[in-house]
């Protein structure tokens, strides 16, 4: 899902029609829905990416460690490393890997939209609550 594409959705379906309370309640619990679905699938996309990153860490450090077989080397389409490194050395190798630069922004990028999300089914979690304060309100003001 594109994050541009969301951030409209959300601020379509998160207006409250003041002339039409009831149907606004009632609508809620299909909007929790969908946006539960959403976070739920976005959050199963995060952590297939978290398992590819730690996949992409392992291969890379048997890359710089020298540890790596030709089989493996060819797989990748990647040349031997030539350097003698200490162990020490190779997460800093790693943390500089163009690789690994690219799969950490995307990473880091789907997880902040999970955190929208999450933040957006809290959002629509307590709809009712405004929706009640609303009602109540227009009940004060024309002295109900």
């Known amino acids: 899902m594109i994050f541009d594409e969301l951030k409209q959705m959300v601020k379509q379906d998160l207006k409250i029609d003041e002339t039409a309370l009831d149907r606004e309640s009632a609508n809620t619990p299909q909007l929790h829905n969908k946006y539960l679905t959403f976070y739920m699938d976005e959050k199963l996309r995060l952590k297939k990416m978290q398992g590819e990153q730690a996949t992409l860490r392992r291969n890379k450090w048997l890359y ?3 540890r790596m077989s030709k089989e493996e ?3 990748f389409g990647w ?3 030539e ?3 200490l162990k020490t050395e190779a997460d800093d190798l ?3 890997d163009p690789d690994w630069i ?3 922004e995307r990473v880091a990028f789907q997880s902040e939209k999970v955190d929208y999300l999450e933040s957006i089914v809290k959002i629509v979690q307590n709809r009712q609550w ?3 304060a609303m009602i109540d309100w227009i009940k004060f003001t024309q002295g109900a």
Request: hydrophobic share 35%; charged share 30%.
């Open 64 to 66: 710089y460690t020298g």
């Open 73 to 75: 080397l060819e797989q």
């Open 79 to 81: 040349e031997p490393f």
């Open 83 to 85: 350097l003698n490194i």
């Open 94 to 96: 790693i943390e500089s």
């Open 102 to 104: 690219k799969l950490d």
């Open 130 to 132: 405004q929706i009640r």
